[in-house]
C-alpha cells in the first residue's frame, strides 16, 4: 500500500539525487555537451560530409539521434551507479535502511536521479546538436517517452552494477567493457542494413539498437525496426531490470548481511 | 509495556561465524538499559538485527509490540539509531542531513526543516549546520549522529558507543542530554566500552559473550553481587611491617602508596579505623576501577575469557 510517508521519502530521495548531480555539475553534466559536440564536429561535419548520406540522410542527421541517446543512457547509468555505491562505501545507504520505507521507494528515488540526469543531458545536447545541423523533431512526444524508458532501463543497470559493486574498479569495468561496446554497435553511427545478415541477427540481440532505432524514429520518422518490437523490447528489459533490481534491494544484497 | 523483546534471537553470517546464539531480552519502555560485551561479543549484531541493518538467522524481535517480520516499518518507525561508525555522507551539509533524515521517515520538508533546527539546537551543533559534515570535529560528528536519530522522535533511541573518542567534557554533556531525554520518556539502549558510563546512566544491564547473553538484570542488582572494592592509599610515611588487617588484601605499590582490596563485609569504615590505630596517615584515596569493570572482568573469566 503507498502511504503518504513514503511519497514524502520518496520526494526527499529525488530531491537528494538531483541536488547531488546539480551541485557537481561539471562532472556530471559539461562533459557529455564536450563529447557530442566533439563527435557532431568530427564525425558528424568533418568526416560525415565524405561519408554521404545513409539511409537517404546526411550522415550528420543520421548520427545525432544516436549520440543523443548515447549522451543519456551513460548519464543515466553512471549517476545511479556512482551515487548508490557512494552510498554504500560511505555506509550512508544505513540510513535508508533504517527508515520506514519499502525498497520500491528507494528504487524508484534512485531511478528519478538517473532519469533526471539523463534527461537534462538529452535535452542540452539536443539544444549542441542544433548548432550543427537543421533538426526536425517529427514526433516531439515519442522522444521524451524514449528519452524516460531509456533513463529507467540504464538506471536500473546502474543499480544493479552498483548492488554487486565492491569496489570503484567494479563501477567502471560493466560501463567501459560492456555498455560502450553495445552503444557504439547499436547503430549510432551505421545502420544495421549495411551488416552481413549474420552481424544483423546478432545485433539484434542487443536492447540499444531497438532504442536508437525508435528513437530515430522519433525524430526522423523512420526506422530499421518495426516501433511495436522496439518498445516491446525495451518494455521487457525495464521490467526485468525493475524485478531483479528489487528483489536484490529487498533481500539486502550487497548492503545487509 | 515492553519496548524491546527479544526471543531466541539467532545469527550466523555467510562466512559460517555464529554471532549470536539464541539470545532472550527484554527492555521495558523508559528504560536506560545497557548491553555490554567484549569486542565481537554480539552487541553490535543484535543492535543491527533489531534496526534492520542485518537479516536475522531466526528468532524474534518485538518493539513496543510491533513484530520485526510481521510490520517492519512500524518497528521502524519506533527506533532511532546512533550507530558506531560515522556513516553519514562526509560530503553533505550538517542540516541537509539532518532534514533529508526526517523525509525518510516520511516526515514533510517544512515540519523536517523545524524538527531539525530543534535537534541541532540541543545538541550544540546548530552554528555547524551549513558545514559540510566532514569538516566537523569527532565529537561534533557523534553529536550530529545523535540529532539525526533523533529527528523523528523515535520511541526507542539505541545507541552504538555513542561517546567513543570524544574528550571527557563532551561525553559528559552528552551524558546530561541523554538522561533528560530518558527522563522525557524516550527508552534507550546502550553499548558501550566505558563502564562508568553504562553505571552513571543505566538502570538495567545485561552483558553478552560469545553470542550469549550471561547477566541480564538491574543495575543496582549486579553491582550488589560484587565482594570487594579495591583502593589506591597514599600514607603519609613509609612502615617497615605492612599490617594485617581483617577482610582486607594489601599490596605494596611503592613505599607510600597501597592498593587494598576491601572485602564489602569488613567495610572501609573498619579498614580506616585499624590504620587510625596503627598510627598510620592516609592523605589521599582513590577507587583503582569501577566496581562494574570489576564485575564485568569477572563474570566474562568465569566464561573463560581473560583479560589478564
Known amino acids: 500500500m503507498i502511504r503518504k510517508e513514503h511519497l514524502v521519502a520518496l520526494q526527499t530521495i529525488t530531491y537528494k539525487e538531483t541536488r547531488r548531480f546539480l551541485r557537481i555539475w561539471v562532472q556530471t553534466l559539461l562533459p557529455s555537451i564536450i563529447t557530442t559536440t566533439l563527435y557532431f564536429l568530427i564525425f558528424g561535419t568533418l568526416i560525415g560530409s565524405r561519408i554521404g548520406q545513409m539511409k537517404g540522410y546526411d550522415y550528420m542527421d543520421f548520427i545525432v539521434p544516436g549520440l543523443i541517446l548515447m549522451a543519456v543512457i551513460s548519464n543515466a547509468y553512471s549517476n545511479v551507479v556512482s551515487s548508490f555505491y557512494g552510498s554504500k562505501f560511505q555506509h550512508n545507504i544505513e540510513e535508508m535502511i533504517v527508515a520506514p520505507m519499502p525498497g520500491w521507494v528507494i528504487l524508484t528515488g534512485y531511478i528519478s536521479g538517473g532519469v533526471l540526469r539523463g534527461l537534462i543531458v538529452g535535452v542540452l545536447v539536443t539544444v549542441v546538436s542544433l548548432f550543427f545541423t537543421d533538426l526536425k523533431i517529427a514526433h516531439p512526444v515519442m522522444m521524451i517517452v524514449v528519452f524516460l524508458l531509456t533513463g529507467i532501463l540504464f538506471s536500473c543497470a546502474g543499480f544493479i552494477n552498483a548492488v554487486y559493486a565492491k569496489s570503484f574498479d567494479d563501477i567502471s569495468i560493466v560501463p567501459t567493457f560492456v555498455l560502450t561496446p553495445l552503444i557504439y554497435l547499436g547503430g549510432v553511427f551505421y545502420s544495421i542494413d549495411m551488416l552481413p545478415v549474420f552481424w544483423q541477427n546478432v545485433s539484434l540481440l542487443n536492447p540499444v539498437l531497438y532504442m536508437i532505432d525508435v528513437f530515430r524514429y522519433s525524430i526522423l520518422g523512420e526506422s530499421d525496426i518495426p516501433l511495436r518490437y522496439g518498445f516491446l523490447v525495451i518494455g521487457l528489459f525495464i521490467l526485468s531490470l525493475l524485478v531483479i533490481s528489487l528483489r536484490l534491494l529487498n533481500k539486502g544484497v550487497g548492503i545487509r548481511d | ?308
Open chain 2, 1 to 308: 509495556m515492553k519496548a524491546l523483546e527479544i526471543k531466541q534471537l539467532e545469527k550466523c553470517y555467510s562466512n559460517g561465524f555464529v554471532a549470536l546464539k539464541g539470545i532472550d531480552l527484554d527492555v521495558q519502555q523508559g528504560d536506560f538499559f545497557a548491553l555490554l560485551g567484549a569486542n565481537g561479543a554480539g552487541k553490535s549484531t543484535t543492535i543491527g538485527i533489531v534496526a534492520s541493518l542485518v537479516n536475522k538467522t531466526s528468532g524474534s524481535v518485538t518493539v513496543f509490540g510491533h513484530d520485526l517480520d510481521k510490520d517492519p516499518e512500524a518497528v521502524k518507525r519506533c527506533i532511532g539509531l546512533v550507530p558506531q561508525e560515522f556513516n553519514f555522507n562526509q560530503f553533505e551539509d550538517v542540516f541537509d542531513i539532518v532534514v533529508s533524515q526526517a523525509g525518510y521517515y516520511g516526515i514533510p520538508r517544512k515540519k523536517a526543516v523545524e524538527r531539525a533546527e530543534i535537534c541541532l539546537k540541543q545538541l550544540e551543533i546548530w552554528d555547524k549546520r551549513n558545514e559540510p559534515s566532514r569538516e566537523l570535529s569527532g565529537g561534533m560528528k557523534r553529536r550530529l549522529m545523535i540529532a539525526r536519530a533523533l529527528v523523528h522522535e523515535p520511541k526507542l533511541l539505541i545507541l552504538d558507543e555513542p561517546t567513543a573518542g570524544v574528550d571527557i567534557e563532551i561525553r559528559r554533556s552528552m551524558w546530561a542530554f541523554f538522561k533528560k531525554i530518558n527522563a522525557a520518556g524516550t527508552t534507550i539502549i546502550l553499548t558501550t566500552h566505558y563502564l562508568e558510563e553504562a553505571e552513571s546512566l543505566c538502570r538495567h544491564i545485561a552483558i553478552i559473550n560469545r553470542g550469549e547473553v550471561i547477566e541480564n538484570t538491574d543495575m543496582k542488582g549486579l553491582l550488589a553481587k560484587s565482594s570487594e572494592e579495591i583502593f589506591v592509599l597514599n600514607i603519609e610515611n613509609t612502615v617497615e611491617t605492612i599490617p594485617v588487617i581483617p577482610g582486607c588484601s594489601i599490596q605494596v605499590i611503592d613505599g607510600t602508596t597501597w592498593q587494598i582490596s576491601v572485602q564489602k563485609e569488613a567495610g572501609i569504615h573498619a579498614l580506616f579505623n585499624e590504620l587510625t590505630t596503627l598510627g598510620i596517615k592516609v592523605t589521599g584515596i582513590r577507587n583503582e576501577s569501577n566496581r562494574l569493570e570489576q564485575l564485568f572482568l569477572k563474570l566474562l573469566a568465569q566464561k573463560g575469557r581473560n583479560y589478564d
